[in-house]
């Protein structure tokens, strides 16, 4: 008990770090998504979500209704075009190193005074845990975070009893709802080498704000590689679409898509995107050349490329002599709300961030199931 308690006040000091910004976005797109996917989508959404706010806290379960948006829009004029036009590029910035959570090391790109809020997107980390460090018991409210392993593997462990283990290639998709409390730590590494990742928060539609939490565990073995006719082009379709190649469906709530694409020298692809949906890419290794139709750019390591929201898709090539190249190219449909963000809780105005807080600190309304809870893999900091 008194464990939680101070994990609380740690909560709430380290949320002084993040700045609550309201911010209304992209009306028009909103509306032409709702056009598309059609007014009784959304009622369904509401009526399924008045369902589960009759019930009890419940324990999560990957079989969870899915009550999200679909990843491919239908009849997107984007995906169809014959003649597609390239996107520009809005702004490139190189992702500084950081100290985060406990004792772990991360690149922040989304999240920052460069870029926030870029809806969906909340924050963006590369990071890298070593032994001994991690996040032990936090929570989450109002957002999903997604958590894709490039290297080593991470435990995590939540309130409702669930536990496990991700692996290189793996990824976790995690809808945290009206609230969860959970820890995610190194797994140990045989080696001593660091586990390495990518974590992306995406902003929930108000609508789902107050969903029951789901997990989805999404394995190596389960994603579709899309590989060009040439050989020099690699793409695993995490989320999305690529060349005839889909991903497995009704992953996260909030549509995204999450491509990492491997370039050799001498390769090059145009990447169509959802028309309208605010785009970026980050740079594992190498340097990619990206091609707006009129002009080209360079962008290296560790770099995050802002696309604007105008055209079609995305050309990106690796010259001839050059090292291959890897990247994450993400795309999100943006959200027509306000953001205010405190930590870990992102809801849409600041009486329901405050309520998050009494929430979590009354063990009530969602979080019921944190009284008395500990995680078994959060101990080793805790103690």
């Known amino acids: 008990m008194k464990t939680v308690i101070a994990l609380s006040s740690i909560i709430c000091i380290i949320a002084l770090a993040y700045t609550a910004i309201d911010q209304t976005i992209i009306t028009d797109y909103y509306q032409h998504m709702r056009s598309v996917f059609g007014k009784n989508t959304i009622n369904n959404i509401s009526k399924t979500l008045r369902t589960n706010n009759t019930r009890t806290a419940s324990t999560m379960a990957p079989s969870s209704t899915f009550v999200g948006l679909p990843v491919i829009p239908p009849q997107d004029p984007s995906l169809t075009a014959k003649s597609p036009k390239a996107r520009g590029i809005q702004k490139v910035f190189e992702a500084i190193e950081q100290s985060e959570g406990a004792g772990a090391t991360v690149r922040r790109s989304i999240g ?15 990071f890298t845990i070593g032994d001994g460090a991690g996040f032990p018991d936090h929570p989450h409210r ?13 435990k995590h462990e939540d309130f409702a009893g669930h536990a496990g283990t991700i692996h290189a290639g793996d990824l976790q998709f995690m809808t945290a709802g009206r609230g969860i409390v959970h820890a995610e730590m190194p797994a140990e590494s045989i080696d001593g080498s660091p586990n390495v990742g990518m974590q992306l928060w995406v902003d929930l539609p108000k609508d789902l704000k107050a969903c029951e939490p789901r997990y989805r565990d999404l394995r190596s073995e389960e994603i579709p590689v899309y590989n060009s006719p040439d050989g020099k082009v690699s793409v695993k379709v995490i989320s999305g679409q690529t060349h005839g190649v ?104 600041a009486s329901q961030v405050r309520q998050a807080l009494y929430d979590y600190q009354t063990f009530s309304n969602g979080f019921e199931r944190a009284k008395d809870w500990e995680s078994e893999i959060g101990k080793v900091m805790a103690h």
């Not at 920052?112 to 590369?126: A, G, V």
């Not at 109002?142 to 991470?154: C, D, F, K, N, P």
Request: proline residues 8%.
């Open 112 to 126: 920052t005074p460069k870029l926030r809020n870029f809806s969906p997107f909340l924050m963006l980390d590369h």
């Open 246 to 349: 889909d991903s497995l469906q009704e992953l996260a709530y909030t549509p995204v898509w999450l491509l990492d694409i491997t370039i050799q020298p001498g390769g090059s692809i145009e990447q169509p995107l959802p028309a309208g949906w605010n785009s970026f890419a980050y740079i594992l290794n190498g340097t990619v050349t990206w091609d707006t139709g009129i002009t080209t750019q360079q962008v290296p390591q560790f770099h995050n490329t802002v696309f604007e929201q105008k055209g079609d898709s995305i050309k990106a090539s690796v010259p001839e002599g050059e090292k291959e190249a890897r990247f994450m190219l993400v795309a999100g449909m943006p959200l027509d709300q306000p953001i205010v963000q405190y930590g870990p809780f992102v809801l849409t105005d």
């Open 142 to 154: 109002g957002q999903e975070t997604i958590t894709y392993l490039l290297s080593g593997g991470v």
